[in-house]
């Protein structure tokens, strides 16, 4: 039997090369949305991560008419209140923009004391097919926020992202090792047995 691939939801190339990473060793075919490129874009207006995951999840899997992986992450720091939260991507504006968002993030952190920078990486990932979510699963990683930022890994928000427990940001982290420290890894592992019992038929 032809087996659909698994749609993963993303045209970020990083979060794409982490999902292949840790389904390698399922023998499914794994594609983004780049495949896709006349396919709409559901509008995100949910309130919550698990919220917006779930209904681009059901959006990608109907338009697809196959299997459908989505996530929403997002970073959380304390001393915001709980920002950037949802809006995480496109924190400093409409236009995705890591720098700008970085900037924003030290901007609003300046003169706030080291102790009061806590933060986390927050991800929750769904898996869809046309009939609706079949699981949903979460993740989280903590750390704390720097202003100037390290290593060359990662993307988004990752080199000002200091994994205290690591010693490193992020973004100096090997992939291996963010992969299974990871929030989104942390989320998907979540997910195998049922992406397995998906493959299995």
Not at 49 to 59: D, P, Q, T, V, W
Not at 91 to 111: E, I, M, Q, S
Not at 164 to 186: F, P, Q, V, W
Request: charged residues 25%; aromatic residues 4%; glycine residues 12%.
């Amino acid at each position: 039997m032809n087996q659909p691939p698994l749609l993963v939801a993303t045209t970020n190339p990083g979060k794409l090369r982490e999902v292949r990473a840790l389904l390698r060793e399922c023998p499914i075919r794994i594609v983004g949305l780049d495949e896709f490129p006349r396919m709409p874009e559901p509008v995100e207006d949910a309130e919550t991560f698990e919220g917006n995951a779930r209904l681009k999840a059901i959006h990608y899997a109907r338009c697809s008419n196959g299997w459908a992986l989505a996530d929403d992450s997002g970073l959380e720091v304390d001393a915001l209140g709980g920002q950037p939260g949802v809006r995480s991507a496109r924190f400093a504006g409409d236009v995705r923009d890591d720098g700008a968002n970085n900037a924003k993030v030290v901007r609003l952190l300046r003169g706030v004391a080291d102790a009061a920078r806590g933060a986390r990486f927050v991800c929750v990932m769904a898996l869809a097919d046309r009939d609706g979510v079949k699981a949903t699963s979460s993740g989280v990683v903590a750390g704390r926020m720097i202003d100037e930022p390290r290593g060359e890994n990662g993307f988004g928000y990752d080199p000002h992202f200091l994994v205290e427990s690591e010693g490193m940001t992020a973004a100096e982290l090997g992939a291996e090792r963010k992969n299974e420290i990871s929030h989104r890894g942390t989320a998907l592992r979540g997910l195998l047995a049922e992406i397995q019992r998906l493959v299995a038929g």
